[in-house]
C-alpha cells in the first residue's frame, strides 16, 4: 500500500507536466495542427463528448515509459493501452451508428493490420509490456520483427482516424497516444544506436521529440503518396 | 414441471402464487448457497477438505469452490428455460434452482461415475427437446466412464486414476464442453442458445483432468484452436451480426475463452477460464433473456434485443478495470506468456469484436444526440453512414412493456457496477477463488504461462522463464483515474467561475 502512494505521490509530474498533462495537451495540439497541414482531413464536428472521455487516453500518455520521465513501478500493456487510448473512438463510432455490422466490416481490415503489428512486435520481444517496447532487441530477426511490426501498426494509423485533425480534445489525445506507442520502439532503436557517442542524459532529452517528429513526418508523406490510392480503395 | 409448462404457453397470464413464492425465494436460496461456496473457498484455500467420515468419496477443493461459486452465480443472473414447455426461452424456477445444486453436489464427489451422473440429471432437467444438452451429457458420462474402467478406479483422486486417460475420453469430454456451450449454433448459423450450466459443469468435468495427470500435447492444441475458433468465431457473430442473439453469441465467446483456458494449461489458463465464466454471469445478467427480478415480457424473448442502456459499455470488455476486460485481458497475456503470439491475437481481435457487439447496443438510439452532420472523415466509414443503426419503428418494437423496462435496466444497472468492482478488486478475488485452485492442481499444469498477484497494484502475466510479459495495474490505474477526474473536475469548476465572472477572458 505505502509502495503504491509513495509511487503516486512521485508521479505528480507525469500527470501534471510531461508525459501527461501539459507536454501531452501541448503536442495532441501541434500534432492536430500539422495533421491539418499535412492534408489529413478535419472532421466536421464529432458527437459531444464529456471530459471523462478525455481522461482515458490522458492516462496512457502519462503511464508512457519515456526517457526523460522519472520511471514509474506500474506500467501499461499493449492490450490496456490500445484499449484506453480508443475509448473516445469507440464512443463516437457507437453513437453515430459507425459500430453498426455494415460499418464495422470496414474497420476489421485497419484494425487486423494494427493487432497484427502489435503482435509481431510482442513476438520480437517476448512481451506486450509497454516498457519493453523501449528495449531494442540483440538479434537481427528480432530487430527486424520489431521494425515491420512498428510499420504495420503505423500504416494502418491513416484508416483508423488516428491522423485526422480532430477538434475534439479526446481525438486529439487519442491521435498523440497512437502514433506515441510506436515511437517508443523508435526511441530505443535510435537510443541504442546512438549512445556510443551521446550521453543517456541528452539522449533522454533529445529522442521523444525526435522520434513523434519523425513518425509524423513519415505519416505525412504516406498521407501525400497514398491517400488518393487508399480513397479508390 | 408441468407448472412451468401451463405459464409458458402465455406469459401474459398472472403467474399462480407458488410460481410467484418460488421466483422470490429461489434467488434468496441460491444467494445463500453462493455465500457458503464463497466461505468454502476461504476454507480450502491452503489445502483441501477431505472429511475422513466419506471414506474418500467427498472431496472439496480449490476448483470445486470456484466453479461452486461461478455455477451459483450464473444460476442467478440466467435463470434457465422451462424444460419441457413449447416456448423454449419461457422462464421456470425449478431448472434454475436443482440445476446448480445438482452440478455443485456433483463437483463436492470424487466419484467419476456421480459426477456423468449428475451431469445426466442436470441434462434432463434442462429439457430433452434440444437433442445438444443429453447429448452432451452422455458423451461426458461415457468419457468419465472409460476412464474409470482403463484405470481400473472409480475415484479421481486415487493415483492411479491418471492411467485412464486417453484421446478418447479427452475427446468425447471436450465434445461435450462444445456442444453444451452452444456450438452448434455457430456452426448452423441459428439463434444462439448455450445450456449455460450445464456448459459450466462441462468445463468443470473438462478442468478436472487435470486432477488425473499432464495433459497430451496434442489435447492442448485441439483446446487451443477449437477454443480459439469458438471466441473468434462468436465475437465475430456478436459484432456483425442482428442484436437478438447477442447475449447468447457473448456466452459462447466465454465458453470458447473457457476451453482455450483449458488448452493453456496453465496457471494463467485456469485464471482465465474462472474469470471468463464470471464475465459471462455478469453480461447475461445484463443482456440476457430472463432475470429473477425481472417482469415477463409479451414480445417473444427469442427475438427480443437487448434495452439500449449506457451502463451497459460496463460489461462490454471495452472498458479496462471492468470484468469482461479482465477477462480477455487475462487470454492474451496467458497466450503471450505461453508463448503463442498468434492465439494472444486471436484472442485480441475476439476480445475487440464482441466488445463492440456490445457498445453497439449501449449507445443505440442515441444516434440522433449528436449534431445532424457528423459525417466524419470519409475514410473511417462508409459513404450511407447517415443510416441509423436501428430504426426508430424496429427499436420501439425491440422495447418490451414500460412496466419491464424499470427491471430490465435495474438489472444492467447491477451487473454495469458489479463489473467495475469485481474488476477492480479482481486481485482480491484471484486470491481467494483462483490461486487455490491453480495451486491444487498444479500437477497437471504446465509452467508455461502464470498470473500472479501485483501487490497493491493488480495483475502480473509471467512467462515459463519468469519474466513479467504482460501487466494490469488495475488498482494503481483506478486510484490515477480517480486523480485525473478529480484534476478535471477542478478545471472544470474553474473554467466555469471564469465564464461566469465574465465572458470573454478567458
Given at each position: 500500500m505505502n509502495e503504491l502512494l509513495g509511487a503516486l505521490g512521485l508521479a505528480w509530474p507525469r500527470l501534471l507536466i510531461y508525459p501527461g498533462g501539459l507536454a501531452a495537451l501541448l503536442s495532441a495540439w501541434v500534432l492536430s495542427r500539422w495533421w491539418s497541414y499535412a492534408g489529413y482531413r478535419q472532421l466536421r464536428s464529432v458527437p459531444a463528448?464529456?471530459?471523462?472521455?478525455?481522461?482515458?487516453?490522458?492516462?496512457?500518455?502519462?503511464?508512457?515509459?519515456?526517457?526523460?520521465?522519472?520511471?514509474?513501478?506500474?506500467?501499461?500493456?499493449?492490450?490496456?493501452?490500445?484499449?484506453?487510448?480508443?475509448?473516445?473512438?469507440?464512443?463516437?463510432?457507437?453513437?453515430?451508428?459507425?459500430?453498426?455490422?455494415?460499418?464495422?466490416?470496414?474497420?476489421?481490415?485497419?484494425?487486423?493490420?494494427?493487432?497484427?503489428?502489435?503482435?509481431?512486435?510482442?513476438?520480437?520481444?517476448?512481451?506486450?509490456?509497454?516498457?519493453?517496447?523501449?528495449?531494442?532487441?540483440?538479434?537481427?530477426?528480432?530487430?527486424?520483427?520489431?521494425?515491420?511490426?512498428?510499420?504495420?501498426?503505423?500504416?494502418?494509423?491513416?484508416?483508423?482516424?488516428?491522423?485526422?485533425?480532430?477538434?475534439?480534445?479526446?481525438?486529439?489525445?487519442?491521435?498523440?497516444?497512437?502514433?506515441?506507442?510506436?515511437?517508443?520502439?523508435?526511441?530505443?532503436?535510435?537510443?541504442?544506436?546512438?549512445?556510443?557517442?551521446?550521453?543517456?542524459?541528452?539522449?533522454?532529452?533529445?529522442?521523444?521529440?525526435?522520434?513523434?517528429?519523425?513518425?509524423?513526418?513519415?505519416?505525412?508523406?504516406?498521407?501525400?503518396?497514398?491517400?488518393?490510392?487508399?480513397?479508390?480503395? | 414441471m408441468g407448472q412451468g409448462n401451463n405459464v409458458a404457453h402465455d406469459?401474459?397470464?398472472?403467474?399462480?402464487?407458488?410460481?410467484?413464492?418460488?421466483?422470490?425465494?429461489?434467488?434468496?436460496?441460491?444467494?445463500?448457497?453462493?455465500?457458503?461456496?464463497?466461505?468454502?473457498?476461504?476454507?480450502?484455500?491452503?489445502?483441501?477438505?477431505?472429511?475422513?467420515?466419506?471414506?474418500?468419496?467427498?472431496?472439496?477443493?480449490?476448483?470445486?469452490?470456484?466453479?461452486?461459486?461461478?455455477?451459483?452465480?450464473?444460476?442467478?443472473?440466467?435463470?434457465?428455460?422451462?424444460?419441457?414447455?413449447?416456448?423454449?426461452?419461457?422462464?421456470?424456477?425449478?431448472?434454475?434452482?436443482?440445476?446448480p445444486i445438482i452440478l455443485c453436489a456433483a463437483y463436492l464427489t470424487t466419484q467419476l461415475a456421480v459426477l456423468g451422473a449428475g451431469l445426466l440429471l442436470a441434462a434432463l432437467l434442462l429439457g430433452l427437446r434440444r437433442w445438444e444438452s443429453w447429448l452432451a451429457a452422455l458423451l461426458a458420462a461415457g468419457g468419465l466412464i472409460l476412464i474409470a474402467l482403463r484405470a481400473g478406479t472409480w475415484r479421481y483422486a486415487v493415483p492411479d486414476a491418471g492411467l485412464g486417460l486417453n484421446s478418447l475420453s479427452f475427446g468425447l469430454i471436450l465434445c461435450a464442453v462444445l456442444l453444451a456451450g452452444g456450438v452448434p449454433s455457430l456452426v448452423y448459423g441459428r439463434t444462439p442458445r448455450p445450456f449455460l450450466l450445464l456448459a459450466t459443469g462441462l468445463v468443470y468435468t473438462f478442468y478436472r483432468l487435470f486432477s488425473l495427470g499432464p495433459w497430451n500435447l496434442g489435447w492442448m492444441l485441439a483446446a487451443l484452436l477449437l477454443g480459439a475458433a469458438v471466441a473468434l468465431g462468436a465475437g465475430w457473430r456478436a459484432a456483425l451480426h442482428a442484436d437478438a442473439g447477442l447475449a447468447g453469441w457473448l456466452a459462447i465467446f466465454q465458453f470458447g475463452m473457457a476451453i482455450v483456458g483449458g488448452g493453456l494449461a496453465s496457471g494463467a489458463g485456469l485464471a482465465l477460464g474462472a474469470c471468463a465464466l464470471l464475465a459471462l454471469a455478469l453480461q447475461q445478467a445484463a443482456l440476457g433473456q430472463g432475470s429473477w427480478f425481472r417482469v415477463q415480457d409479451s414480445a417473444a424473448p427469442a427475438a427480443r434485443a437487448p434495452l439500449p442502456a449506457r451502463s451497459l459499455w460496463l460489461v462490454s470488455g471495452a472498458v479496462p478495470l471492468t470484468v469482461p476486460f479482465v477477462a480477455g485481458w487475462l487470454g492474451v497475456a496467458g497466450a503471450m506468456a505461453g508463448g503463442i503470439t498468434v492465439l494472444a491475437v486471436v484472442l485480441w481481435a475476439s476480445l475487440l469484436l464482441a466488445a463492440a457487439g456490445v457498445a453497439r447496443v449501449a449507445e443505440a438510439g442515441r444516434e440522433d444526440q449528436g449534431p445532424p452532420g457528423h459525417a466524419d472523415d470519409g475514410r473511417w466509414t462508409t459513404d450511407d453512414d447517415q443510416r441509423p443503426v436501428i430504426s426508430d419503428q424496429r427499436l420501439s418494437s425491440m422495447l418490451p412493456r414500460p412496466s419491464a423496462i424499470g427491471y430490465r435496466l435495474s438489472a444492467i444497472s447491477i451487473a454495469a457496477v458489479l463489473s467495475l468492482v469485481l474488476g477492480i478488486t479482481t486481485p482480491a478475488l484471484f486470491a481467494l477463488l483462483v490461486q487455490p485452485m491453480v495451486d491444487q492442481l498444479q500437477g497437471g499444469l504446465t509452467p508455461f504461462g502464470e498470473v500472479t498477484l501485483w501487490p497493491w497494484a493488480g495483475l502480473l502475466a509471467l512467462n515459463a522463464a519468469r519474466q513479467p510479459v504482460a501487466t494490469l495495474p488495475s488498482l494503481?490505474?483506478?486510484?490515477?483515474?480517480?486523480?485525473?477526474?478529480?484534476?478535471?473536475?477542478l478545471v472544470t469548476q474553474f473554467v466555469a467561475l471564469r465564464r461566469r465572472q465574465g465572458p470573454g477572458e478567458l
Amino acid at each position: 500500500m505505502n509502495e503504491l502512494l509513495g509511487a503516486l505521490g512521485l508521479a505528480w509530474p507525469r500527470l501534471l507536466i510531461y508525459p501527461g498533462g501539459l507536454a501531452a495537451l501541448l503536442s495532441a495540439w501541434v500534432l492536430s495542427r500539422w495533421w491539418s497541414y499535412a492534408g489529413y482531413r478535419q472532421l466536421r464536428s464529432v458527437p459531444a463528448l464529456s471530459l471523462i472521455d478525455l481522461l482515458p487516453p490522458l492516462v496512457v500518455l502519462t503511464l508512457l515509459p519515456l526517457p526523460p520521465a522519472r520511471s514509474f513501478p506500474y506500467g501499461l500493456d499493449l492490450p490496456t493501452a490500445l484499449l484506453l487510448a480508443e475509448w473516445p473512438r469507440l464512443r463516437i463510432l457507437a453513437r453515430s451508428g459507425g459500430l453498426a455490422p455494415e460499418q464495422l466490416r470496414t474497420l476489421i481490415p485497419p484494425y487486423a493490420l494494427l493487432l497484427i503489428g502489435a503482435g509481431a512486435m510482442a513476438t520480437a520481444l517476448d512481451s506486450l509490456e509497454l516498457t519493453a517496447l523501449t528495449r531494442w532487441p540483440a538479434a537481427l530477426g528480432d530487430q527486424m520483427l520489431l521494425g515491420i511490426g512498428m510499420l504495420f501498426w503505423l500504416a494502418a494509423l491513416p484508416a483508423l482516424g488516428g491522423t485526422t485533425a480532430e477538434l475534439a480534445w479526446a481525438l486529439r489525445l487519442r491521435a498523440l497516444t497512437l502514433l506515441a506507442i510506436p515511437a517508443l520502439v523508435l526511441i530505443g532503436a535510435l537510443a541504442a544506436l546512438l549512445n556510443a557517442w551521446i550521453p543517456a542524459a541528452i539522449l533522454g532529452w533529445v529522442l521523444p521529440p525526435l522520434a513523434l517528429i519523425g513518425l509524423a513526418l513519415m505519416l505525412a508523406g504516406l498521407a501525400r503518396v497514398s491517400e488518393p490510392w487508399l480513397r479508390r480503395a | 414441471m408441468g407448472q412451468g409448462n401451463n405459464v409458458a404457453h402465455d406469459p401474459n397470464v398472472q403467474r399462480p402464487n407458488t410460481s410467484a413464492l418460488a421466483q422470490s425465494v429461489i434467488p434468496i436460496l441460491l444467494g445463500l448457497l453462493l455465500s457458503t461456496a464463497l466461505f468454502g473457498a476461504w476454507m480450502v484455500r491452503a489445502a483441501p477438505l477431505e472429511p475422513s467420515w466419506a471414506r474418500g468419496l467427498l472431496r472439496l477443493d480449490g476448483l470445486t469452490a470456484c466453479f461452486s461459486v461461478l455455477t451459483l452465480a450464473i444460476a442467478l443472473a440466467a435463470p434457465q428455460p422451462s424444460a419441457f414447455s413449447p416456448q423454449p426461452s419461457a422462464f421456470s424456477p425449478q431448472p434454475s434452482f436443482f440445476v446448480p445444486i445438482i452440478l455443485c453436489a456433483a463437483y463436492l464427489t470424487t466419484q467419476l461415475a456421480v459426477l456423468g451422473a449428475g451431469l445426466l440429471l442436470a441434462a434432463l432437467l434442462l429439457g430433452l427437446r434440444r437433442w445438444e444438452s443429453w447429448l452432451a451429457a452422455l458423451l461426458a458420462a461415457g468419457g468419465l466412464i472409460l476412464i474409470a474402467l482403463r484405470a481400473g478406479t472409480w475415484r479421481y483422486a486415487v493415483p492411479d486414476a491418471g492411467l485412464g486417460l486417453n484421446s478418447l475420453s479427452f475427446g468425447l469430454i471436450l465434445c461435450a464442453v462444445l456442444l453444451a456451450g452452444g456450438v452448434p449454433s455457430l456452426v448452423y448459423g441459428r439463434t444462439p442458445r448455450p445450456f449455460l450450466l450445464l456448459a459450466t459443469g462441462l468445463v468443470y468435468t473438462f478442468y478436472r483432468l487435470f486432477s488425473l495427470g499432464p495433459w497430451n500435447l496434442g489435447w492442448m492444441l485441439a483446446a487451443l484452436l477449437l477454443g480459439a475458433a469458438v471466441a473468434l468465431g462468436a465475437g465475430w457473430r456478436a459484432a456483425l451480426h442482428a442484436d437478438a442473439g447477442l447475449a447468447g453469441w457473448l456466452a459462447i465467446f466465454q465458453f470458447g475463452m473457457a476451453i482455450v483456458g483449458g488448452g493453456l494449461a496453465s496457471g494463467a489458463g485456469l485464471a482465465l477460464g474462472a474469470c471468463a465464466l464470471l464475465a459471462l454471469a455478469l453480461q447475461q445478467a445484463a443482456l440476457g433473456q430472463g432475470s429473477w427480478f425481472r417482469v415477463q415480457d409479451s414480445a417473444a424473448p427469442a427475438a427480443r434485443a437487448p434495452l439500449p442502456a449506457r451502463s451497459l459499455w460496463l460489461v462490454s470488455g471495452a472498458v479496462p478495470l471492468t470484468v469482461p476486460f479482465v477477462a480477455g485481458w487475462l487470454g492474451v497475456a496467458g497466450a503471450m506468456a505461453g508463448g503463442i503470439t498468434v492465439l494472444a491475437v486471436v484472442l485480441w481481435a475476439s476480445l475487440l469484436l464482441a466488445a463492440a457487439g456490445v457498445a453497439r447496443v449501449a449507445e443505440a438510439g442515441r444516434e440522433d444526440q449528436g449534431p445532424p452532420g457528423h459525417a466524419d472523415d470519409g475514410r473511417w466509414t462508409t459513404d450511407d453512414d447517415q443510416r441509423p443503426v436501428i430504426s426508430d419503428q424496429r427499436l420501439s418494437s425491440m422495447l418490451p412493456r414500460p412496466s419491464a423496462i424499470g427491471y430490465r435496466l435495474s438489472a444492467i444497472s447491477i451487473a454495469a457496477v458489479l463489473s467495475l468492482v469485481l474488476g477492480i478488486t479482481t486481485p482480491a478475488l484471484f486470491a481467494l477463488l483462483v490461486q487455490p485452485m491453480v495451486d491444487q492442481l498444479q500437477g497437471g499444469l504446465t509452467p508455461f504461462g502464470e498470473v500472479t498477484l501485483w501487490p497493491w497494484a493488480g495483475l502480473l502475466a509471467l512467462n515459463a522463464a519468469r519474466q513479467p510479459v504482460a501487466t494490469l495495474p488495475s488498482l494503481a490505474l483506478a486510484v490515477l483515474m480517480l486523480i485525473l477526474t478529480a484534476l478535471a473536475w477542478l478545471v472544470t469548476q474553474f473554467v466555469a467561475l471564469r465564464r461566469r465572472q465574465g465572458p470573454g477572458e478567458l
